[in-house]
């Protein structure tokens, strides 16, 4: 309440004394003098104290503090003068220069250090420099002033007393560094004060200025009379400079933080144009009149002024770029933070140790994590254990990996499942930025899980689950050669289920799967956890011992199966009771081939069959396989085809969209005298081991060609239907092949664009680039080439991308598993896996309508099956096609609504 009373005293003060200097009240001008002088007392010994109080304001900086301090100290260095002035009026002789000079002078410098000192933000070089050039301008401006007003004039009276001309001139130089704290305040807003203050801090150092420069030139022209106009000012200076202290102090006691943040931009980046604009107006002005060292001295200023603008114009140019770069750079931190911090892949970076330091939030989609749930945590402390060996380079922080490695690992995710992914990992363990492993995480999850469904389907009987022959032949041979190399004998069971055909005859083939299934579950449930159990074939099963196996083992294995298989089996309210016929083959040394193995194994079987079923009997030498029937069955098909017993079949390819027919798949049919009809798989695995399926496949093939040729074309479409041939590995050896498929187009006269070769993916594994040679040689003739029961075989993954192949048909295995939803994502995988290889889709099997409709849905372009149309002969597909394509009707035939009525 006392300093705010000694603010409002000192402002009621100023203003009373303004009154009385412009009032009409007439005083005697020695009394005048007087209490004019005395009048300088009281108010600048008031300022300073407002000063000293407002550097000790709590809330204030230690800058701003220090800068109160010498404002203080300046206005008491002003008083003082106006102290020594008074004491020397009152003696009556005032000399020039004094004491009261001194102090007087003192408080420029003292007040330029006080504005100077306040806090700034000035962060770069270049703002710093910006800000001295600004400032210097000011100054510049306001020197050409002062010098036309008062120090051109006081250079051009001036006597020659050296002291009183410096003194003279040291003033108006004062004014200038005056000009100069106000330049630096109000260029660039300090902190730590408001703005209410600053500016009465401004105005009150301006009007001090102005009076300054008043005083000078009243003091030139010998008009100058103490307690008027000019002392007002320098009254009114004071209080507001007062006022301006009292409110700082105010300031520091208010919560700093409630304040708007400084910026860091220029407040009033107007002022120094200002400066230059009456500079220049000063110089026009001067030129009117006559020339004189005065003018010569505006001519040198407005000079400066131009060096300045155009250094500040240079500054502010390159203020600009830097500060473009600046925005460039930024904007692209700012996209790649934005692509990293969105990227689907998951970004690690582990120390030496393979603790992780830093996480992508992608963490969270990829494996459920939270970024605190794996920050610190250990690479491997996530990783599957039998994946640890791919991670030897991240364990061992002294290992150096260049460049960049890929491998594949298993991750937990949070809620415990594993999930397939491919790291890449790049070593940036000697970079300064990183000092880690930059480990860069992709889902692969349904890819891998698609390869490994596909890798289990090629080497795994749909039915039964149980390694199929590929998988037994691989292990077989690797365990003989083992067993050559010393590692004990091998053990080898042949099974064969007796009597299975009477079950498919009275049952249907539904039973007899449900039979194969059931037994399969029994021979598996009583062999050993080493053994290997496979189908082979149909009825078909062979068991491969662990090792080392023996003849004693063989039989114990075989005594529990010939057990577990006892049980009656329950079929459509029936009990049937099952029997299986075992041989065992014995190898000691693994110096016969697997096949040759697996005919003794089988002639051991023939003779358990022989000797009355539901028994085992162990090879010995001399035994041979009951033969007569497949020897029957080669001198038959010796002469087959002389005797025209073979006929091809037809069975319809539809268009799943469209419903309209795309073509047929040719299929051989043997007429057997006194036989009937014989199943082709049943005498083409013998044509094939003859050698018969060359001559017979040609047959075949020119067959289809000419048939094709009748069939008529759709109306708008540039050709018929095509026809697709089973090629057997037999035909594609043959070096004379492609020439045949030659001479048969041109014979036939058949578009070889309606001819489709289908090849099964066991070619493939003969000899790779063999293969790939011969297909494409076939390509050349402009026929089309179709991969035949994908997904069965054994390396569609690894020689689709390169095989000139333009189809692929889907196993009917797969068909049948739509139901489920893993069956279905399956099928999707491999449509999805066909089309992005720019490959058209066939299914096969097709018997449901849902199949159907589940097909279409995935993307699948052509389907066959019993839905649409079984195998027919020729003729028959001849009046299957003519409905079609004739215009009179468009769909290939209604979709029933079970397979039964197909």
Known sequence: MLWRLITGALVAYAAVFAFCA???????????????????????????????????????????????????IAYLAFWLGDTLFFIYVAIGDVPYPSLADVAYLAYYPLLLVGLASFPRVLSTRTQRLRFVLDATTVALGGAMVVWYFVLGPIAETADSNIGELLFSMAYPVGDLVLLLGVAITVIRVPRDISRNALWLLVAGILLSFAADLAYSVQNLDETYESGRLVDAMYIVAWALLGVSAHLAYARGTAAVAADPKPSTTDQLPVLPYLAVALGYGMLVAALRTDWSPTVAGLVVGAGGLTALVVARQVVAVRENVRLVAEREVRRGEARFRTLVQNASDLILVIDRNGAIQYETPSVERVLGYSLEDVQGIRLVEIVHPDDLPALDSLRNPSSQVPGSVQTELRIVRKDGTWLFVEASVTNLLDDPEIRGLIVTIRNVDDRKRLELKLTHQAYHDPLTGLANRSLFNEELADVLLQSHDGRGPVALLFLDIDNLKRINDSFGHEAGDRVLIEFARRVRESTRAGDLVARVSGDEFAVLLERPGSEREGAAVSERILNGLRAPYAIEGVELTLSASIGIAMSTRGEEPADELLRRADSAMYEAKTAGKGRFVVFAPGMQPPARERLDVEAALRHSLERNEFEVYYQPIVGLQSRTLAGAEALLR?????????????????????????????????QACRTATSWPRAKGSPRGPSVSVNLSARQLEDPDFVGLVGDILGRTELDPRRLVLEVTESLLIRDPAETIRRLQALKSLGIRLSIDDFGTGYSSLSYLRTLPVDEVKIDRSFVSDLDRATGLALVQGIVSLGHSLGLSIVAEGIELREHAEALRDVGCEHGQGYLFARPMPAAQMASFVMPVFDGSVRAVAPLPPTASAA
């Open 670 to 702: 043997w007429h057997r005298p006194d036989n009937g009809m014989v199943s082709p798989a049943d005498f083409i695995p013998i044509a094939e081991e003859m050698g018969l399926i060359v001559p017979v496949g040609a047959w075949v093939l020119e």
């Open 22 to 72: 412009v009032g009409p009240i007439e005083i005697d001008p020695e009394t005048r003098d007087f209490v004019s002088n005395l009048a300088f007392l009281v108010p600048g010994l008031l300022v300073a104290a407002l000063a000293w109080r407002a550097a000790g304001g709590p809330g204030l900086s230690r800058e701003s503090r220090r800068a109160w301090t010498w404002l203080a």
